[in-house]
């Protein structure tokens, strides 16, 4: 190890979450969080790990951008193929996790995910910048490959396949839906004494508990 990383710390200072001021549900005060992290950290903020676990029972863990959020939960999009759809169908659960340096803010979901339905794949592929579009077509994702003239060659391709012509979204791309059944608000505090906030779905009920930092 070129650096000793053993004493690598800061202090982290943040406003409290108090009971008394917090609302029932919790994806409204995910709203007001991610708000806030969109002005202090711009494009990143949406940025999220994404854990699941493969059929083995072996977690997995990658970074992925949050594309949709409303009361019943989260939206995200991927290859079907790759290797988080692969363990998402054989096992579908999976965790989220937000981290906010500069607001000293994490938000952990965990719940169930299941496929969007078509059209609204449908939809936001078309949103999509033309080039991002190319990419769903372009890469196999998690596949070994030759090397990154083999990306470039199916690009070249590909633009030649679809030049003047709308991109269809491809069958194998879509999005994901987690249905939370607990979500959690850790807000650092000094001496780290941190403020951690847990909400569990019960039924079609929010119960919320303080926990140990």
Same mark, same amino acid.
Not at 99 to 127: C, H, M, N
């Given at each position: /190890? #070129?650096? =000793?990383?053993?004493?690598? +710390? !800061? &202090? ?14 919790? /994806?409204?005060?995910? &709203? ?11 494009? =990143? ?6 854990? #699941?676990? &493969? ?36 096992? @579908? ?14 938000? +952990? ?8 339905? *078509? ?20 890469? #196999?994702?998690?596949?070994?490959? @030759? ?8 690009? *070249? !391709? ?10 269809? %979204? ?11 059944? /607990? ?8 001496? +780290?004494?941190?403020? %951690?906030? %847990?909400?569990?779905? %019960? &039924? ?5 508990? !303080?926990?140990?930092?």
């Amino acid at each position: /190890m #070129t650096r =000793d990383i053993a004493d690598i +710390r !800061r &202090d982290y200072e943040g406003g409290r979450l108090d009971e008394d001021q917090l609302p029932e549900r919790p /994806m409204p005060l995910f &709203d007001e969080w991610l708000a806030l992290a969109l002005d202090a950290e711009g494009q =990143d903020a949406n940025a999220m790990t994404l854990a #699941t676990v &493969d059929s083995q029972g072996l977690p997995h863990a990658r970074v992925v951008l949050l594309k949709g959020a409303e009361d019943q939960g989260l939206q995200f999009f991927s290859n079907y193929h790759s290797h988080k759809g692969s363990e998402l169908a054989n096992v @579908p659960q999976a965790a989220l996790v937000f981290w906010w340096p500069s607001l000293a803010r994490q938000v +952990r979901f965990e719940g169930a995910v299941e496929k969007i339905d *078509t059209k609204a794949s449908d939809a936001y592929f078309a949103r999509r910048p033309r080039a991002s579009q190319l990419g769903a077509w372009v890469a #196999t994702q998690s596949v070994v490959i @030759p090397g990154r003239q083999w990306l470039e060659e199916r690009e *070249t !391709r590909f633009k030649q396949a679809y030049e003047g012509q709308e991109i269809p %979204r491809p069958l194998h791309w879509g999005g994901y839906h987690l249905t939370p059944n /607990m979500i959690e608000f850790w807000q650092g505090q000094p001496s +780290r004494l941190h403020d %951690r906030i %847990r909400f569990e779905r %019960r &039924d079609d009920h929010w119960q919320r508990f !303080r926990l140990a930092p």
